[in-house]
């Protein structure tokens, strides 16, 4: 969820924006230098040529290998500051038979970085103790009872995973206790960092690694793989092992899809689908997802499907079931662990629907015009669901979202931030951090607690901040479009030619295009009233089926014989093996007279 990519926009596309009473449509103009480079040197279209600048590749080799993720392009693991030394000693605790204490987190980042460590070194014949924390009796990140339990069961060795980067004085405890500590996190590095015997986060101000934005599973990997190296053993039989668990936890973190998390992704989702791990067979069983290993699943299955479910343990109660899932080799105990995950599952949909129908009344009790960032508080509102509640509030308003849980009897609240375009969220709450108890996160998402009585002033104070960096415009929902085509163009070919841009996710999304003068054949609304189906033609090309997820609204004053500019990503919808163009439809309005 870090929002900078270490992909840097050596000459940036440009955007020409389309203006409108309620959305913005922005349609880059790409660089056509960079563009003809990619044409020539690679042998592609022009429009993938445009879709790789869309996404900030400028230079050839990159481009080369984003539309060729090999891991072979993976980056040294000992790059990152500290993978030394953290692989020396765990590789040392191995040797000498310490007990290894591993540390993650509640949701499936940080779930799949502890099921990789467990694994792997239970593999090479480590005693390790897996400890995820749970969300509403321990909060977020390394406490001291977990040094404690640590210390109990005889750990010498503590490593934490996709958390620990704020942890100096447990970190300082744990050294009392005579236990030492390996950091492994991919959250936000402060001014200092605890003193633990190895800190690896490619957030560090002195890190030279080239890729800035793995996951907490992806760090966790790549240092897994240069213990692997340490004790002498082959790396490629460790990564044929794990591919499947850094990619369920790359995707369901939302981190960019490209660079190295690309490379991971692409090569993983085969893994995944043919994974022989109890759990994750259970999980596929579960969601419908099974296919023999003959389908390749897709990172929307993963992100809509997989994770949630994976994070629901979390969200509700422990998130110790979800873990226990990953690192069980029965297969009659994954199955009643799934079954258990989709009860609740069902649990975490029903109060995220309640809560969310509370925060949504509060927020359209303010004046939009006057609010830039929506801040709305609640009694006893769960914790597990205020993040998916704050990350709906942001798109349902297009504004930086704060959603807090209070506690009547203390007067503590504790939240989640979700942000909208460039605004960065961790920013804007730790440049006031004196107004909160704690915060952290990242530039999109961020968690907090605070005392009641300040939500007042912490509104004004984000107002004040808001105010200095986002424009009206800012605060319009923005359709971002790749470019503008053809209808004729868009057919079964260039369905073929996007692929090559596949696995899709965040910072590589599926390609949006803008046609004109499209004319409506016909319109149905589906039984629900929330979706829209179509058959469209432009000139020159039969009619094509299109689908416009819930967006009766802005077909609402448009009919059959209209004629429309229409937002849409092209795609081929297979039944019984027949391969059919299909439309999927983000906006459209009618076509201006000229």
Known sequence: MAANHSISWAVPPISMEISNPLKRWSVSTGNADIEAEFIQQLSISPVI??????????????????LNPNLQYS?????????????????????????????????????????IWTRMLRRVGAEVIPHVPHRLKHGYGVHAHAVDMASERGAKLIITCDCG?????????????????????????????????????????????????????????????????????????????????????????????????RLIVANGLPRLSESRKAGVRALLDLCGLSHGGTKKLSTDEIGYRIGPRLNAAGRIDDAAIALQLLLTDDPGEAKLLAEKLEIQNEERKKEQERI???????????????VKVLLVAGDNWHTGVIGIVAGNLAKRFTRPTLVVSIDPETGIGKGSARSIGTFNIHD?????????????????????????????????ALTIYASKVLTEEDLLPVVKIDMEIDGIDADLGLCDQLSMLAPYGFANEA????????????????????????QLRSEGMNPTKAIAFNQSETFETLEQGDEIDVVYTPDIDTWNGRRQLQWAVTDARKTEET
Do not use: W
């Not at 040529?49 to 984003?66: Q, S």
């Not at 969310?356 to 006057?370: F, I, N, T, V």
């Not at 804007?428 to 002033?457: Q, V, W």
């Open 165 to 261: 980067i704020q942890a100096h004085e447990v970190v300082e405890y744990a050294k009392e206790k005579q236990i030492d500590v390996v950091i492994t996190d991919h959250h936000e590095a402060g001014d200092t960092l605890p003193q633990a015997v190895a800190v690896v986060n490619p957030h560090r101000n002195d890190s030279q690694y080239p890729f800035t934005e793995l996951a907490g599973v992806g760090v966790s990997y790549k240092v897994a793989e240069a213990v692997v190296k340490t004790l002498g053993l082959p790396t490629d039989a460790f990564q044929r092992a794990f591919l499947d668990l850094v990619t369920l936890g790359t995707v369901a973190d939302v981190v960019p899809l490209l660079g190295e998390n």
């Open 428 to 460: 804007a709450i730790h440049s006031n951090r004196d107004l909160f108890l704690n915060c952290g996160g990242h530039a999109m998402a961020a968690g907090f607690s605070l005392k009641k009585e300040m939500l007042p002033t912490i509104r004004e």
């Open 356 to 370: 969310y129908k509370e925060a949504e009344a509060s927020a359209l009790e303010q004046d939009m015009s006057q």
């Open 49 to 66: 040529a445009r879709l790789l600048v869309n996404r900030g590749i400028c230079d050839v080799k990159e481009a080369g290998i984003f």
């Open 511 to 534: 390609p949006v295009f803008l046609s004109r003068h499209v004319l409506i054949l016909s319109k149905n609304i589906t039984k629900d009233g929330k979706h829209v189906q179509l």
């Open 75 to 115: 980056h040294d693991p000992f790059l990152l500051p500290d993978c030394e030394k953290a692989a020396n000693r765990i590789a040392q605790a191995v040797r000498n038979h310490e007990i290894i204490f591993v540390h993650g987190d509640y949701d499936v980042d940080g779930m799949t970085s502890c099921a």
